[in-house]
């Protein structure tokens, strides 16, 4: 039997992240994501191209979601309230916290605001999430009599995890996002090393490589002290948990050391409340939080405060924090409208924007631009653009360290884009000699897994493995020749070879 991988979402593009593994007709779910760049069926993965997709509770063994981020939970309630799933969920403390928060706040957005078609109700995730088991790390759970699953610290936002999920003699780790670097707020990702046939990983940033982390730093302060000492609004778009707390703390000891007087603000009351969030699970964070954290919390941005829509147009100089990150809509988009015709202010873009956002298109558009919403609205792009190089994921060389490390028999490549993907794979199989794999969405790869088959060996046999003057060969080995007796029949079996006689 080998290992069945159906990526139902992320095959080869970033989006509503979702692998069905199959191993000894166990079936693990990892991720239930949702795509953000799509308001139709394209949203959801094809839940139907699952084997016996008219019961899921009986087709799938188990769901792992690794984090909050909507690409990977967003589709959970849907699946479980709407497709009727009600088999077990596992996810990290944390994420069970904090994921509730991104889900409603997604649908309010959706519904309430942009009168889209509901998809689910409060009510559904609620439910939803009350069927979700919380695992901590490095805590082995039977999850049946065959299945145990594991997680490990990922990096990357608060309570993101890789799990290592062994079924039968079969074991395979499956990363999520994660972040081989620390930042300010989170630590890098940290694994055993484990004997694994698949590694199943994120690979947003397959080719590149990252300059140091001061340097990035110290570029992104260098543009927004410049803007507001010049009277201009700086508009961060971020999402509400993660880069927001990261470059909150960057900006915060800055205008510390600088002694800025220039408010900084936080738009909604879901980031406020993230903030509170990273305060009680201080434990996730980076090593540096928790050490300082008897002394002072590092979440307590005593400098920022809440921002309200009646001072979008007041004046003098800002920085923002609003969501959503890549300016698709809500309030980042509401603050963009008013503040891109000016030439003073500044706009950060994420390092990554999903095809069909505002922030996708600024990324490649020579300023001054003009940007069309929708039918009546046209926005005349004026300001400045910066592009963050920060990322929560890992660059090129953490995937390579982390397979290298890991040493899995194979690797699937997920969460990135294609040509990309290509260059990946052969890197990994021509510096690693690992087999690597991408594939589309709804396609099926299979894994051939690890046989393990009992024999006897009789200790010369043992002896022959344990010492390098013993070697195999062939021969036409009788029983009851001077080895024991209870040596298994057999063409093979093993012999002293003296140095200078192996071509024997
Ligand atoms: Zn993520």
Redesign the pocket.
């Known amino acids: 039997m080998g290992i069945e991988c159906l990526v139902l979402g992320a095959g080869q593009e970033v989006g509503k992240s979702c692998v069905v593994v199959t191993i000894n007709g166990k079936r693990i779910m990892f991720d239930c994501g949702m795509h953000m760049g799509y308001l139709d069926h394209r949203r959801y993965p094809e839940f139907s191209l699952i084997p016996n997709s008219q019961d899921f509770s009986d087709s799938i063994s188990c769901i792992i979601i690794?984090?909050f981020?909507l690409?990977?939970v967003g589709a959970l309630p849907y699946f479980t309230e709407v497709c009727g799933y009600s088999g077990p969920i596992f996810m990290t403390y944390p994420t069970k916290a904090l994921a509730p928060l991104m889900l409603e706040d997604y649908r309010k957005v959706m519904v309430d605001r942009r009168g889209e078609e509901e998809q689910f109700s409060s009510e559904h995730i609620v439910r939803c999430l009350k069927k979700v088991t919380a695992v901590d790390l490095k805590q082995t759970v039977q999850v049946d009599k065959d299945i145990q699953i594991c997680a490990y610290y990922a990096g990357?936002?608060l309570g993101?995890a890789m799990f290592y999920v062994k079924v039968g003699n079969s074991a395979v780790v499956y990363t999520?996002?994660y972040n081989m670097t620390p930042d300010r707020h989170l630590g890098a990702a940290q694994i055993d090393r484990l004997q694994l046939d698949l590694v199943i990983t994120?690979s947003t940033y397959a080719t590149t490589y990252r300059d140091s982390k001061y340097v990035r730093e110290r570029e992104f302060l260098k543009v927004v002290h410049k803007c507001v000492a010049g009277g201009g609004k700086v508009l961060i778009p971020t999402f509400a948990l993660?880069r927001a707390q990261e470059l909150c703390m960057l900006l915060h000891d800055y205008w510390e050391r600088m002694n800025l007087q220039v408010p900084i603000y936080f738009s909604a009351g879901l980031t406020i409340q993230a903030n509170m969030y990273y305060k009680i699970l201080i434990n996730w964070t980076s090593q540096k939080v928790k050490d300082t954290h008897a002394t002072r919390n590092a979440f307590d941005f005593k400098n920022v405060i809440s921002f309200d829509r009646s001072l979008i147009n007041a004046p003098g100089p800002c920085v923002l924090f609003a969501t959503p990150g890549m300016i698709s809509g809500g309030f980042s988009l509401e603050v963009f409208r008013h503040w891109a015709p000016y030439e003073e202010n500044l706009v950060t873009l994420p390092g990554y924007c999903v095809a069909g956002t505002i922030g996708h298109k600024l990324m490649s558009a020579k300023i001054p631009t003009q940007i069309q919403l929708d039918e009546d609205v046209q926005i005349d792009v004026r300001c400045q653009i910066h592009q963050l190089s920060f990322s929560?994921?890992t660059d090129a060389k953490g995937i390579m360290d982390l397979v290298k490390f890991l040493s899995p028999k194979h690797v699937i490549l997920v969460h990135g884009e294609k040509p990309k993907m290509a260059t990946l794979k052969e890197k990994i199989e021509s510096e690693l000699g690992i087999q690597c794999r991408y594939p589309a969405n709804n396609e099926t790869v299979c894994i051939p897994s690890t046989h393990h088959v009992k024999a006897g060996a009789s200790d010369a046999f043992l002896q022959s493995c344990l010492c390098p003057n013993f070697k195999f060969f062939k021969t036409d080995f009788e029983r009851g020749s001077d080895l024991d007796d209870d040596f298994p029949q057999g063409d093979e079996c093993c012999s002293t070879v003296q140095p200078g006689e192996e071509g024997r």
């Open positions: 690794t984090h981020h690409d990977h990357h936002v993101a999520g996002d994120e993660g929560p994921h």
